[in-house]
């Protein structure tokens, strides 16, 4: 089992370009989520899917959009990339017991 | 709505001490606590979790940690430390949203062992 995969591992973006960052989880998990991780602030909620077919907002969604394309896979999407969303992007799929399972992240960086 | 806080940014500690990390909740409904780890350049991986039960918890790697209620309390705590157990421990609690357990973060607690 490869357990949740994320591509790019890295990217560099300048202001207003657009990208989809990728997750897939091999695990038949239900839920996924993607979150963002800034020094000092802990990991924050963009988004998430409850099942197939149901996405939800987080705590900080504005400037992303999401897609649950099937049940394994979750992408996050910058339609116009700004500095501010300069960060450390994870994945994660839990099980029914809400342990959640991470990606390796993604290291973006907006100039 | 639900919170957690860690009350320490930052705990320093040499080989082989005790360490306690604390963090504490709030919450208006039932919830499922965790403690994550975060060694460098890695993504998050559970070191234990409370879901019910005994309200003293044992994880990987010799850890542990005590829900306490009436404190909105669920401490992290390890004998001894390492050297390799330096890293970034984030605590967790997921409380039920619509119908969904929904989670949230602390901000995290970077332990510094020194040799």
């Known amino acids: 089992n490869a357990g949740v995969t994320q591509t790019p591992k890295f990217q560099v973006l300048k202001t207003g370009q657009s990208m989809t960052l990728q997750c897939a989880q091999d695990?038949?998990?239900?839920?996924m989520y993607w979150y963002r991780q800034d020094p000092g602030m802990g990991l924050r909620l963009i988004y998430y899917s409850a099942s197939e077919g149901t996405t939800d907002k987080g705590e900080v969604p504005n400037g992303y959009n999401v897609s649950r394309l099937n049940k394994r896979e979750f992408s996050l999407r910058l339609e116009s990339a700004a500095p501010s969303q300069t960060s450390v992007y994870f994945c994660?799929?839990?099980?029914?017991?809400?342990?959640?399972?991470f990606g390796p992240g993604t290291r973006l960086t907006v100039t | 709505a639900q919170s957690v806080t860690q009350l320490d940014s930052q705990v320093p500690v040499f080989e082989e001490a005790p360490v306690e990390l604390r963090c504490n909740y709030s919450?208006?409904?039932?919830?499922?606590l965790f403690w994550y780890v975060q060694y460098p350049n890695q993504g998050l991986q559970l070191l234990l979790k409370y879901l019910s039960g005994s309200t003293l918890v044992k994880g990987i790697n010799g850890f542990e940690a005590e829900f306490n209620k009436s404190q909105t309390s669920f401490h992290l705590r390890k004998p001894s430390v390492h050297i390799s157990d330096t890293a970034e421990y984030f605590c967790?609690?997921?409380?039920?949203?619509?119908?969904?357990?929904?989670?949230?973060f602390g901000r995290g607690t970077s332990l510094i062992v020194h040799p």
């Open positions: 967790a609690v997921s409380g039920k949203a619509g119908g969904s357990y929904i989670p949230t």
């Open positions: 919450s208006s409904v039932s919830v499922y």
């Open positions: 994660a799929s839990d099980r029914t017991d809400y342990e959640q399972y």
């Open positions: 695990m038949n998990h239900n839920s």
